[in-house]
């Protein structure tokens, strides 16, 4: 790997301290933040109803189904639903910025 040089250095920092790239960074962590924090509480509300709500996790639902099985099996399906809501996002919102910043950052470099 190549060390920068000092011209996309002083070019990544005018980047770096441009509107889009702060527009950027503040998208991303308004989507990961809070995405990380919910799914956090949601995971340990899942463990700590398995260590102290037994009677109320092993109530079954229907046959051999009861309710911890699906609060686990809704683990899986939040994690797939962040990740396809993390896809849109990026899509609509954070690669429209990258790109754009990408494109400004290889004009300026390759004059």
Request: net charge negative; aromatic share 18%; proline share 3%.
């Amino acid at each position: 790997m190549e060390p920068i040089s000092a011209e996309e250095h002083a070019a990544y920092q005018r980047i770096r301290a441009s509107d889009e790239f702060v527009e950027l960074r503040r998208s991303y962590r308004g989507f990961v933040i809070p995405m990380t924090v919910a799914f956090m509480a949601w995971y340990f509300l899942y463990v700590f109803m398995c260590m102290w709500a037994g009677d109320f996790m092993g109530q079954k639902v229907f046959g051999n189904i009861n309710v911890a099985l699906i609060f686990g099996l809704l683990q899986f399906v939040s994690t797939f639903a962040i990740a396809l809501l993390y896809s849109r996002h990026s899509d609509d919102v954070l690669d429209p910025l990258s790109d754009k910043l990408k494109h400004e950052f290889d004009t300026e470099f390759n004059k």
